[in-house]
C-alpha cells in the first residue's frame, strides 16, 4: 500500500481536530500511526489490543480497515526508545535516543497527511506497551518536550548502531544537498560495539545470486572496491564477469547481500581469490548521524548530554520543542 492513499487530507485534518480535543491536557503533541488493517478492542483501563500487541491511546479506523493510533508522542516513544536501543545502556545513552526520537517524529508531523508515521524499521519500531521498560520511560520523561534543533527549526535527525570510526555524511550516503550538521565526523567512542571490526567471507556464488539482474548470467571473475566516499566507505564495486565488467553502487550491493555479509559500507580491505570475496569491515548500519554505540561511550566516560549531541550533531542545539519554529507550529494553530 502506498502512503497516503486511503484518507483525505480533509478527513485527516478532522482526525487530528478529534485527538486534540480527546486529549486537551496532554503537555506534548500527538501523533497518528499506522498500525495496519485488522481488528482493534478497547481495553478496560484504557488503550486498545491491536494485532497481538497492547497500545496506549485511542484509535481510529479509516472506511478500508486501516486502524490509526492516536497517541501522544512521549507514550509513543516509551514504547520505541527501548526498541532503538538496550534499556541496559546508560541513562544519558537513552535520554539522547529519546531526544532524536523525538525529533525524528515531530519532523513528520503533517495534517495534511493522512497519517504521520509507520510503526516499522521504515520510520521507527513501535509494538505498545510490551516493549516499554522503566530505564525507557525514564529516559523519555527526563528529556520530555526536547529536541535537537538547527537555526530554530528540527534537525534530520538520523541515528544507527555503529559507525565503525567515522559518521557518514547525509549527501554520501543518500545525495542531496550537504547538511552542516550532517557531514560525518571522527568517532573514537564506539569500540566496545562487537561490530567495531568485522569479517565476511561471500561466496561468489552469493553475489551472483544478488546481482542477477545485472549480470545477466554472465559468471563472476572477480570483484574490486572501485571508488570510496570522504568517510572512507565504499562508494561503488566493480563486478568483472566473463563478459565484461559492470559498476555496482555500495549501497545496492549491501542491500542485495544483506547485513549477513555486509554489515556497513566502511570495508578497509576486499581479498577476491578462488571465487570468495574477502572483506574487512568496520560498524553496523549507514553510519549517518548518531553513533549509538558512540553515544554509549560518551555517557560510559562521563560525557554530557549536551556534548555528545553537538559531537554527532554540531552546530546543533538541545531545546524545547516549543522553541522552534516549524510545520508543527502551524499543525497547532490549526488544531485550536
Ligand atoms: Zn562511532
Redesign the pocket.
Known amino acids: 500500500m502506498r502512503r497516503g492513499e486511503f484518507l483525505t487530507a480533509a478527513a485527516s485534518a478532522a482526525l487530528a481536530r478529534r485527538l486534540a480535543r480527546a486529549q486537551p491536557s496532554m503537555p506534548t503533541p500527538s501523533l497518528r500511526v499506522l498500525l495496519g488493517r485488522g481488528d482493534a478492542r478497547g481495553t478496560a483501563g484504557g488503550g486498545f489490543q491491536f494485532g497481538g500487541h497492547s497500545y496506549r491511546g485511542g484509535f481510529t479506523q479509516t472506511p478500508n480497515g486501516d486502524v490509526i493510533n492516536l497517541v501522544a508522542l512521549d507514550e509513543y516513544l516509551y514504547s520505541v526508545v527501548p526498541q532503538e536501543m538496550p534499556s541496559s545502556w546508560p541513562a544519558m545513552a537513552l535520554q539522547l535516543q529519546a531526544i532524536c526520537s523525538r525529533t525524528f517524529v515531530l519532523r513528520r508531523l503533517d495534517p495534511g497527511k493522512p497519517y504521520d508515521i509507520l510503526p516499522s524499521t521504515a520510520d521507527q519500531v513501535y509494538e505498545g506497551t510490551a516493549t516499554e521498560t522503566p530505564a525507557g520511560r525514564a529516559a523519555v520523561d527526563a528529556t520530555s518536550g526536547l529536541v535537537l534543533a538547527y537555526s530554530g527549526q528540527y534537525a534530520k535527525v538520523e541515528y544507527s548502531s ?6 557518514e555524511s547525509s549527501a554520501d550516503a543518500w545525495g542531496g544537498e550537504p547538511i552542516p550538521y550532517l557531514m560525518g565526523v571522527v ?5 566496545l ?1 562487537p561490530d ?1 571490526r568485522w569479517a565476511s567471507s561471500i561466496p561468489f556464488a552469493v553475489i551472483e545470486r544478488a546481482t542477477a539482474p545485472r549480470l545477466r548470467g554472465a559468471r563472476l571473475e572477480s570483484v574490486r572496491l572501485a571508488a570510496r566516499d570522504s568517510s572512507g566507505r565504499a562508494r561503488s564495486f566493480t563486478l568483472v564477469t566473463s563478459r565484461g565488467s559492470v559498476s555496482i553502487a555500495a549501497n545496492d550491493l549491501r542491500r542485495a547481500l544483506g547485513p549477513r555479509y555486509m554489515r556497513s559500507g566502511l570495508i578497509f580491505s576486499l581479498d577476491a581469490a578462488q571465487d570468495i570475496a574477502r572483506l574487512q569491515g568496520g ?1 553496523s548500519g549507514h ?1 549517518v548521524g548518531l ?1 549509538q ?2 553515544a554509549r ?1 560518551i555517557a560510559l566516560l562521563s560525557g554530557s548530554l549536551a556534548g555528545a549531541a553537538n559531537f554527532y550533531f554540531p552546530g546543533t542545539q538541545i531545546a524545547p520543542w516549543t522553541s522552534v519554529s516549524s510545520q508543527l507550529t502551524t499543525t497547532s494553530s490549526r488544531r485550536s
Do not use: E, F, I, L
Not at 162 to 167: A, E, K, L, V, Y
Not at 187 to 191: D, L
Open positions: 555503529c559507525c565503525g570510526g567515522h559518521t568517532c573514537p567512542y564506539c569500540t560495539s567495531y560498524g553510519g553513533c554505540w558512540g561511550g
